[in-house]
């Protein structure tokens, strides 16, 4: 092997090993799989997710809309009530463009219940995780992070999720297209970062044209 090629394969190793180290601090363990999402130019996967009534229902089958889809890590989480928060103020705008918001929680349907449809966005239960993990979004929580959790909450996230194994998605979002090709994604480790909503708008708008 040329020189070139082991400092190639030397880089790639040491940013594929900075950024297992990097997203521990964000609750994500470190395994063979760290999410990655999917692409821009990808079909979004057909999925199944509960209503705050319990029925299971694709939330994705209206094809005349683009349909901006938010996963986000509960409603005990301060950073994901602020986006959806200020998504909910430019909702109006969303929907002049086209789009409509559907928000996706690994929590159970009791949660999600009262805030479901008080907003205008509307917010679905994926307790399996079966919607996240299509998407390429779910990730096993660390140790340490659930003991933050419960330290700053008193939640238990496997006991309160019903989950064997505490998972959790990665924080993203997709603007999805009426023919169900994604066009717009944010997919940001970081869950205090979250996408711009002009970005979002303008995914739209410039897709239309």
Known sequence: MKQTEIALVITLLFSMGLCAQNVKKFGIEKNDSIPVGLAVGKQAPAIEVLNAAGEQVNPLNNGDQYHVVVFYRGNWCSYCNRYLNSLNDSLSAIRRAGGSVIAITPEPVDEIAGAAEAKGIKRYADPNMKAIRAFDGDFIVTERYQEQLLENTGMQLAVHNDQAIAELPVPATYVIAPSGD???????????????????????NSHRD
């Not at 994604?182 to 739209?204: G, L, M, P, T, V």
């Open 182 to 204: 994604i066009i717009f994604r944010h997919f940001e480790y970081d869950y205090a970062k979250c996408a711009r909503i002009q970005d979002i708008i303008d995914s739209i």
